[in-house]
């Protein structure tokens, strides 16, 4: 089955400091793999996706994230923070129901960010 | 655009009522989502409809009824709910342009639903 962990609960950087967070899965076939951004009592917001090709992918908001399929790993990672960047950050693997064809977005726990001005 | 509506932001109901959340996209898409989301939790996806048609339905109580009166809305109506279904309610919305494919989806606001 299908599932995705991410190792940390909450993360503390300081800003202008990097950040990287980390983001596992599981899964069988070639994943589709989705870093979403929720900030407090919002909605979820794409930050990017990998589906193919090259394996280091750009962002939104300065963000990139590096697909290893050796590691079945997907981090997301960021040179510099900035205090805005404090939210929780949700990786997200997308598998074909074989019964349905559909697809389903199968979401990690989050890993939520605080920035120290 | 990218947007994702949804009405209200916040919603408060007792257990005898009858609520309605309501989500509209502008961009074409054909694929739209209801999901659950508690705090600290990631979103569980309740439903799935493509084309106007309920395509999935994650054992959601009947308490919750999901409608897609056309392609650019889809609602949730509520009857009848219990406290523990507070919860941050998301809709999404994806092309649907063919089954067997992974797409994207996008998300909107959310509603954000306190049962007393």
């Known amino acids: 089955a299908q599932s995705v962990t991410q190792p940390d609960i909450h993360i503390t950087v300081s800003e202008g400091a990097s950040l990287e967070l980390r983001c596992n899965y599981s899964y069988g076939a070639t994943p589709y793999l989705f870093w979403y951004v929720q900030s407090p009592g919002q909605g979820l917001q794409l930050l990017l996706k990998?589906?193919?090709?090259?394996?280091l992918v750009q962002g939104i908001k300065g963000f990139e994230a590096e697909f290893k399929r050796s590691q079945s790993s997907f981090n997301l990672r960021k040179p510099s923070v900035h205090w805005s960047d404090a939210a929780e950050y949700f990786c997200a693997v997308a598998a074909i129901n074989m019964k349905t064809s559909y697809d389903k977005v199968i979401f990690g726990p989050g890993t939520s960010l605080s920035v120290i001005p | 655009d990218t947007e994702v509506t949804q009405t209200p932001k916040h919603l408060v109901m007792g257990m005898t009522n009858k609520k309605s959340l309501k989500c509209e996209q502008h961009m074409g898409h054909r694929a739209m989502y209801w999901y659950k989301q508690k705090a600290k939790k990631p979103p569980e996806l309740m439903f799935v409809y493509s084309y106007e048609k309920l395509s999935i339905n994650e054992s959601v109580p009947s308490r919750f009824s999901p409608e897609c009166p056309n392609s650019s809305l889809l609602n949730l109506h509520l009857h009848a709910l219990q406290p523990e279904d507070s919860a941050l309610y998301l809709c999404a919305s994806s092309q649907g342009a063919d089954r067997g494919h992974i797409e994207t989806q996008y998300f909107g606001p959310g509603t954000r639903l306190l049962v007393l």
């Open positions: 990998y589906f193919s090709g090259d394996t």
